[in-house]
């Protein structure tokens, strides 16, 4: 009863402290004016970058004082992250479309060269649901799809299951998805690092054996041939945000009111990409080669909701496809950052003792996301009412609680914490 009623009054903390620490005092002030006209942003090329080159095409960024932002398409996440050390003055980037956790890995120094701690600050989310997990065409026999376990007579010690980054979103699915079919991760079989638009080409020349990846790559391999879906990542958490907006925390810092611009018009285009008259013509933009030089083919099905799984199954009008503002899909909820922070707990890349309301309080910027969309006209009715969704409910049952995260981790079977 005390390690509950602790972690109660530690996520109650977490909200408090995370209000306290957003700017709002240049909000109040009712100045509205960017200190800046342009920041350098980066993306890479997957569906869910949508929010921030549609806010470029279609002049959101400009309508709210930011005309000369850039946005520039990049690597790899690791790509990403030395950019943004680097930094917008440097050469660098001042924010991203980004993995959730990796602000926190850079905030905290886990994943920068010699530990180099970045202040960041995540400003909203770009998505919810919209990855997938695929497997390779010579594993199709097995009839693996959501539940992993008939993959561990296939699997063994040399097969290799890609994922876009330790740490990151990606990993924390597909090892989520393997655990919970009795597959450990760390030791039943390797883990790989792919940039996301490399996958499908590992995939063709048999360097890999399944991987997780956003859009539109599960998508191509499908149409290629080379594999098929074994599931959508939001058959496993319904509704899981996935990637956010974030910049570094000292040009948020400097330049607050362009922060909230930037947020602002990131929301507009978030809306607009949700709108289904507009998905046709979003993909056709993302497929170009200014952006992510694929078919746009390859990008609308699943942005429609028609998943074709490659191995027999077709579902029209899901539920699952990938969400940008609708169904709350753009506030960046402390909760959520708070479970991602637990899972990598869970996996090692962050000790057990990491003071994980704390980490949240500084770099969650609920508020600006509320100035921003109150900036953007949205109405009340569409903003949460409250910063937590509650109880959240996966597939295999488990349950987590945002004021009891030592309890989620305690309920998995299969974990590798830092240091034990």
């Known amino acids: 009863m005390t390690s509950r009623r602790q972690a109660i009054l530690a996520t109650t903390a977490l909200f408090a402290a995370a209000r306290a620490a957003a700017p709002r005092g240049a909000f109040a002030q009712g100045a509205t004016t960017p200190e800046v006209r ?31 932002v850039e946005v520039d398409k990049q690597a790899s996440w690791g790509a990403v992250r030395d950019n943004l050390v680097l930094g917008g003055g440097s050469g660098g980037i001042d924010g991203a479309h980004i993995l959730t956790p990796m602000p926190y890995l850079i905030h905290t120094g886990r994943i920068t060269q010699n530990n180099q701690a970045v202040p960041m600050a995540l400003l909203a989310r770009l998505n919810t649901n919209g990855q997938a997990i695929s497997v390779a065409n010579k594993h199709k026999p097995a009839g693996a799809t959501l539940d992993a376990s008939a993959l561990k007579r296939v699997f063994n010690s040399d097969t290799k299951i890609a994922m876009t980054f330790r740490g990151g979103t990606h ?117 170009r080669r200014a952006w992510f030089n694929v078919p746009p083919a390859d990008i609308i099905g699943r942005s429609q909701g028609t998943i074709v799984y490659g191995d027999g199954r077709t579902v029209e009008n899901s539920p699952l496809l990938m969400k940008y503002f609708r169904d709350h899909a753009s506030y960046p909820f402390p909760t959520h950052d708070l479970w991602f922070l637990t899972e990598n707990i869970r ?32 109405p009340n009715g569409e903003t949460p009412a409250t910063n937590s969704r509650g109880l959240e409910t996966f597939f295999d049952g488990k349950v987590f609680d945002p004021a009891n995260p030592a309890a989620w981790l305690e309920s998995q079977p299969i974990k590798r914490l830092a240091g034990v």
């Open 171 to 287: 990993d924390l699915w597909i090892r989520y998805w393997l655990a919970a079919g009795g597959i450990n991760p760390d030791t039943d079989v390797q883990t790989i690092v792919v940039p996301p638009p490399q996958m499908v080409a590992n995939m063709r020349v048999g360097t890999m054996d399944a991987f997780c990846v956003g859009e539109p790559w599960n998508a191509q391999l499908v149409n290629q041939n080379l594999g098929y879906t074994a599931c959508v990542t939001g058959e496993i958490w319904r509704d899981h945000p996935e990637k956010s907006l974030a910049m570094r925390g000292d040009w948020v810092a400097t330049n607050p009111r362009a922060a909230e611009a930037i947020t602002a018009a990131t929301i507009e285009a978030a809306r607009w990409c949700d709108e289904p008259g507009n998905k046709v013509e979003m993909c056709n933009i993302l497929g």
């Open 347 to 378: 996996w090692g890349v962050l000790t057990p003792n990491t003071d994980t309301a704390a980490l949240v309080a500084q770099v969650n910027k609920q508020d600006i996301w509320r100035a921003a969309a109150a900036r953007a006209g949205v």
């Open 38 to 68: 342009r920041a350098k942003l980066g993306y890479i090329a997957l569906t869910d970058s949508a929010p921030l080159i549609i806010a470029k095409e279609k002049g959101f960024f400009a309508k709210h004082g930011m005309p000369d």
